[in-house]
């Protein structure tokens, strides 16, 4: 069934997650093969934290039942690295997303200029959002030397978002290191 949807140019998922009375709810929905691919590429690593609004047909009802949702995981081809499915999480404000951890400002830093560099420890971290996911998340590497930890205090959280509570109070987002 999955390889026929593909052939119609339709990528097949599902939307997991909780309805208004507190059951437990998978539906089943197919979304455009280009739509997809042309958010992943305008919007790159913050496409799994982007809410969007699916439609879904109901059977017997004149209206469609619409979903807030977020790409939970997007399963690609390793030779083409075309999309093969995605699913969704329904998405409403409190939910649990993974937010990318972007640095700002490396310019701006003497030993970064030098031929220090930043070691990626976490591209991702988990938060709660009360109302718009923000794109990424930004941590100022102005003042970076070498041996420096940036930890979850140097994380510039916008208003109404917090780190979800499985965030260890000890993450390490980034280490400066020093050239060889």
């Known amino acids: ?43 790159g690593r913050s496409f799994e934290n982007t809410i969007h609004e699916i439609a879904v047909p109901i059977e017997g009802k004149p209206e469609p039942l619409k979903f807030q949702v977020v790409p939970r995981t997007t399963q690609f081809c390793a030779l083409t690295l075309e999309p093969l499915c995605v699913n969704y999480l329904r998405y409403r404000p409190g939910t649990r997303v993974s937010i990318p951890l972007a640095f700002i400002n490396q310019d701006r830093s003497a030993d970064l200029k030098r031929g220090s560099f930043i ?43 917090r780190p979800a509570k499985t965030v260890p109070p000890d993450f390490v987002a980034a280490i400066v290191k020093s050239p060889r």
């Open 119 to 161: 070691t990626r420890v976490n591209k991702f971290i988990d938060c709660v959002c009360d109302e718009e996911i923000p794109a990424q998340l930004e941590i100022d590497v102005s003042d970076a030397a070498p041996g420096q930890v940036y930890r979850l205090n140097n994380i510039n959280f916008p208003p109404k978002v």
């Open 1 to 43: 069934m999955s390889r026929s949807l593909r052939q119609q140019n339709r990528l097949p998922g599902v939307i997991y997650g909780v309805d208004d009375d507190k059951n437990v709810l998978k539906v089943m929905v197919t979304v455009d093969t280009k739509e997809v691919k042309k958010q992943i590429r305008t919007l």
